[in-house]
């Protein structure tokens, strides 16, 4: 940073204490800040807690005056949502948010697009900031006039929150918040369809706590039966590393994700066995497959070994993103009983609901 003035520039170690004197007259605390996490339980708590939504984009801070976007782990956002820029300038000065990037498609949440829009290229950024425009939706007030809130309860901080939201402009959305139980259960089916992947429950007497996990979230997990249509290995060498999965579009094979949760004995013995019934190819040539090179995969081995397909497994999953498993699969168990040719697209559940503009309050 260079502070003019009418000395000139001033640089190095002054700047710095220019700095630090800055952010001292316009926020109570020193950016960046680590947001506050949530742990994964099976069931939402009783009691005096708040739900909400879990939102599917990127986790970010946005600050006042300075603008600045920060990813969970301090990346700068702003870059890559320069759209975002002019919401960003609509908060009070000394004000700190902790919120969530989306960028929604036919009135859900798309998260391959949200992913696409971390491009290099300034001029792609650009391109993309018009094409599938990110949304801010806020869900904390952590300062707000230069006031820190992190020591208030959520419940004062969430007031404090709804009041300053009509103040704002551009894109911004307010995530719903109930304290009642029953309505966040009935929140967790039918906000899915907009693109939710579960609750978060927060107690209404908590502190704001960085970096710790004192939020409670649960998330959709479904199993399906999957077809192996091949296997990775370990980068040992003598054992699976992972095993592919496919899922039926008629008689095309489509690669849907992966699964890696093994013991290392059972790595060995799995090795062995997919090993025996190894094949020339095993999903289509015109579908989705294994081991497409992208930006996000630079530098990894992507290598993988065919099988002939008729190995049935049972895993459980959390999210879908278009018609593949967000994240690495959990092993449930082997289906000897099952037919390959019965693990078909049709497993897979679309929930029906209100849409994205339906679930959040909008300015």
Partial sequence: MTIVGSAGPTVGPLAGAVRYGLWMSIWPFSPPLTPMEAKVKAQLPEGDWAYEPKWDGFRAVAWSDEIRLDSRNHKPLLRYFPELEGSLRSLPTGTVVDGEVVVVTDDVLDFDALQNRLHPAASRVNLLAVETPAQLVVFDLVAIDGVDLRSEPFSHRRLRLEVLFPRLDGSWRLTPSTTDRTIGLRWFDEFEAAGCDGIVAKRLDGP????????????????????????????????????????????????????????????????????????????????????????????????????????????????????????????????????????????????????????????
């Fill in 208 to 363: 704001y706590v960085e970096g710790k996990r004192e939020m409670v979230k649960v998330k959709h997990r479904r199993s399906v039966d999957c077809v192996v249509g091949g296997y990775r290995i370990h980068k040992d060498g003598d054992k699976i590393g992972s095993i592919l999965l496919g899922l039926y579009d008629g008689d095309e094979l489509h690669f849907v994700g992966h699964c890696s949760g093994f013991t290392n004995h059972d790595r060995i013995a799995i090795l062995s066995q997919l090993d025996a019934i190894k094949a020339e190819d095993s999903f289509g040539h015109e579908v989705r497959r294994p081991g497409g090179e992208s930006r996000w995969s630079a530098g990894k081995d992507l290598s993988w070994v065919p099988v002939t397909p008729g190995v049935v497994v049972e895993i459980s999953y959390d999210q879908i993103t278009g018609v593949r498993f967000r994240h690495a699969t959990r092993f449930e168990r082997w289906r000897p009983d099952k037919d390959a040719g019965h693990c078909t697209m049709d497993q897979l559940e679309r929930p029906e609901g209100p849409g994205f503009v339906e679930v959040v309050t909008e300015l």
